[in-house]
């Protein structure tokens, strides 16, 4: 399927919605006076419709139908928003994407994402029955500061009891693959407990999951990741707590804990398939060298929230944050851990593990300016203070230095409302003073045993955004956008690759921050049956970053980057009651600098499978009436063929890593009875086999990272609340 931009732009122009099931909210009360959306990723009380933004909310319903599916929030993301990049089906989300960049995943705000060294866990720091609704931002932008390359994946959590008393949820599911294998069986069990008296509430909450082995279409056992982690054959704990106390009428203080773990069984080991047959890796049973791959995410917020202090809006928050992402070894000595002095090269085996700790704060306060309603003003200042280190456990040895991030950040933002809310006109700047602190470190011996000078690089950047809003008419919008944001690369890639003498981090231009910029112009209908959208941008970054494969290892070249897109979706209700067809199409085109040291900044290759997604049509059809729900949707991931650096000695020069495309089928049911509801959910409805789009486009020689996805899989849960 060959379509230009331009084509699609004018057929999208009268037809698409911001993803299908996503279109309602949940029951948590996020909805403002007059019903309109209230998205609080946007830093904002004005309702979604009131930004030059494409913003949309994986409401409870919605969100409870996908888990059941798939059993992760990263894949009910995925299989609603057509430009997010196919899961991996691992622990691991590298090269993910949403538009061609890394989004930034945060619980509550508190970003889970660490850029510093990206362990590429961020999809996995807390069970999804514990978050009551996912928002999404699309595009860069600097709303909630580093890391919103892609845009903003923020997980809201359960909300507080609405009324006094004694009430709660629990759920029971299992899991089993086509065959029925007994070690491809899994379950899960997760309760909710809260109390309300007076102005004071408590929550608490635990879940369990045990994840069994996954089968593909073929009924083998899929390929196992040791190193990168698993999300099957594991075991997940995670607990949750919440307490709250109404201050007045307007006022909440809150306290909101979690703690999740994620910890790989290992059982298996991997076995090599063979790329030149397409047959992929399988695992039989075995038990892999050293600690086992494991996640573990803690975090605790307090904020304090009045929606009529002064006549204004405010929000305080102070949270902590501290990620421990183990990486399991390798069976064979990896060549970056040999060290002589330690033990004879070739024999050495090693294992590293990605500490984050964050410590923050943020402010706002928003407001009508007094004696002009129509003009909406926003400020607030936000601080951040990131510590990151990567070590290898083994042997003590340090990999990534410790490396300290401080980001101190005002904001401000204006509204205006123009002809009775027909037209706005928005805009607002950050100001970002970050600070980069390395002390001095020596590489590994695998790269030369290196002495680097540490440093501490500033970069101070006012980051810029603005758009206008035209609604003629109940219903209908239109909009343009401008917006930057910024990320910095992945510095640990890049100081622990340093292999030559004389390097002085603080002039190491390497380390500098990626400011990327996204232009959008969407248009959206949504009027009686018809709910539809189209949005356009062009995203950029003069020193972006680029994941090349080198002897094994993922490292970062920082070259120009340019992406850009058309993003499709339209529902309509039927004249059948309960009844709602959808469809979504993404088209997405990224290139970059293959000839990064020729000294003209241009791109003239295309981002690889690592860095780009393939371009995708959804189709569902759901139904939802009485006590009976049931949906079926049906993915089509197209084939990509990539166009390669002139250059021929290139790092992704290999026509086996374009892409042939596959197309996948899901399907539940739903019924609510007076003692709960009963789910069936079948992933992968028809069987189909095959290889997942991250391993097909990279690694061509590699027979062990050659990945079957997963066949059909059966969840049948039982969930009550009281």
Same mark, same amino acid.
């Given at each position: @399927? ?11 122009? @009268?037809? *698409?919605?911001?993803?299908?099931? =996503? $279109? ?5 009360? $996020? ?9 609080? &990723? ?112 923020? $997980? ?46 408590? !929550? ?5 999951? #045990? ?20 999300? @099957? ?11 709250? /106390? =109404? ?62 202090? &002064? ?5 305080? $928050? ?21 060290? &002589? ?35 909406? *003003?926003?400020?607030?200042? +936000? ?33 205006? *409302? ?18 980069? #602190? ?29 758009? =206008? ?43 500098? %921050? ?68 959808? @469809?979504? /199409? ?10 990064? +040291? ?15 997604? %393939? ?8 139904? +939802? ?71 097909? !486009?990279?690694?061509?020689?590699? +027979? ?19």
């Amino acid at each position: @399927m060959k379509l230009t931009l331009r084509t699609l732009f004018s057929i999208g122009t @009268m037809l *698409a919605a911001p993803p299908l099931a =996503a $279109q309602t909210i949940g029951s948590e009360g $996020q909805r403002d006076g007059d019903g309109d959306i209230v998205v609080t &990723a946007a830093r904002s009380a004005l309702p979604a419709s009131a930004l030059p933004l494409t913003i949309d909310v994986i409401d409870n319903d919605a969100l409870n139908q996908q888990v059941a599916i798939s059993g992760s929030v990263v894949d009910a993301i995925s299989t609603l928003t057509p430009s997010f990049s196919p899961t991996r089906q691992k622990l691991s989300g590298s090269g993910e994407s949403l538009r061609g960049r890394s989004p930034l995943y945060a619980i509550n705000g508190i970003p889970q994402s660490t850029p510093l060294r990206d362990g590429s866990r961020d999809g996995f720091t807390i069970d999804p029955f514990f978050v009551d609704r996912v928002e999404l931002i699309y595009g860069s932008n600097a709303l909630q500061g580093i890391g919103g390359a892609g845009g903003i994946v923020n $997980q809201v959590t359960v909300g507080p009891p609405r009324v006094d008393g004694l009430s709660g949820r629990t759920l029971i599911q299992g899991t089993a693959d086509d065959g029925f294998h007994d070690d491809g069986l899994g379950g899960k069990v997760a309760g909710l407990l809260s109390y309300k008296i007076d102005r004071f509430d408590a !929550t608490f909450g635990a879940a369990f999951e #045990k994840r069994g082995a996954f089968y593909d279409g073929h009924g083998n056992r899929i390929g196992i990741d040791n190193v990168q982690g698993e999300t @099957m054959d594991s075991k997940s704990w995670s607990l949750f707590g919440r307490l709250g /106390y =109404a201050v007045s009428d307007s006022a909440r203080l809150d306290l909101i804990l979690s703690r999740y773990e994620l910890k790989s069984d290992a059982d298996y080991v991997s076995v090599p398939g063979d790329r030149d047959i397409g047959l992929p890796s399988s695992t039989v049973r075995g038990t892999p060298p050293g600690l086992p791959a494991k996640n573990l995410a803690q975090s605790a917020a307090l904020s304090f929230t009045d929606d009529n202090l &002064a006549d204004g809006h405010l929000v305080t $928050q102070v949270f902590y944050s501290r990620t421990h992402d183990t990486f399991g070894s390798d069976p064979a000595p990896v060549a970056t851990f040999q060290d &002589a002095s330690i033990a004879p090269y070739g024999t050495l085996v090693d294992q590293s593990q990605n500490r984050s700790r964050k410590i923050g704060t943020k402010f706002s306060y928003e407001r009508s300016l007094p004696g002009w309603d129509a003009l909406t *003003a926003t400020i607030g200042f +936000d601080t951040l203070f990131d510590k990151t280190e990567q070590a290898l456990l083994l042997t003590g040895r340090v990999w990534v230095p410790p490396t300290d991030f401080r980001s101190l950040a005002p904001f401000g933002q204006l509204n205006l *409302a123009l002809l009775d809310g027909k037209v706005r006109l928005a805009g607002g700047v950050r100001n970002e003073n970050v600070r980069i #602190k390395i002390d001095d470190f020596t590489t590994l011996a695998s790269y030369g045993s290196r002495q680097v000078k540490g440093g501490s690089p500033k970069f101070s950047d006012t980051l810029l955004n603005g758009g =206008a809003i035209f609604e003629p008419a109940q219903g209908i919008r239109a909009y343009v956008s401008y917006a930057e944001g910024y990320t910095v690369p992945d510095v640990g890639r890049i100081t622990r690759s340093i292999n030559r003498d004389g390097v002085d981090l603080s002039n190491y231009l390497d380390i500098s %921050p990626i400011v990327s910029n996204n232009r959008e112009i969407g248009v959206e209908v949504k009027r009686g049956p018809i709910d539809a959208s189209a949005a356009y941008f062009w995203s950029t970054s003069k020193n972006g970053q680029l994941l090349v494969l080198v002897n094994g290892v993922f490292e970062v070249q920082r070259q120009r980057v340019e992406i850009q897109g058309l993003e499709l979706n339209l529902s309509v209700k039927p004249p059948v009651p309960g009844l709602k067809l959808s @469809m979504g /199409y993404a088209h997405l085109i990224g290139r970059t600098d293959g000839t990064p +040291d020729d000294g003209i900044d241009k791109v003239n290759i295309d981002l690889d499978g690592a860095n780009i997604s %393939p371009d995708r049509l959804n189709f569902a059809a759901s139904y +939802d009436r009485g006590p009976l729900s049931a949906r079926i949707q049906t993915q089509f991931y197209f084939a990509r063929r990539f166009d390669y650096s002139p250059l021929p000695d290139f790092a992704g020069n290999d026509r086996s890593n374009d892409f042939g495309g596959y197309n996948l089928t899901d399907a539940t049911v739903r019924y609510q009875t007076a003692f709960g509801g009963i789910t069936l959910a079948v992933q992968n409805l028809f069987d189909k086999f095959y290889i997942d789009y991250n391993s097909d !486009t990279q690694r061509p020689t590699d +027979d062990t990272r050659f990945y079957s996805g997963r066949g059909r899989a059966f969840t049948l849960g039982w969930d009550y609340r009281f």
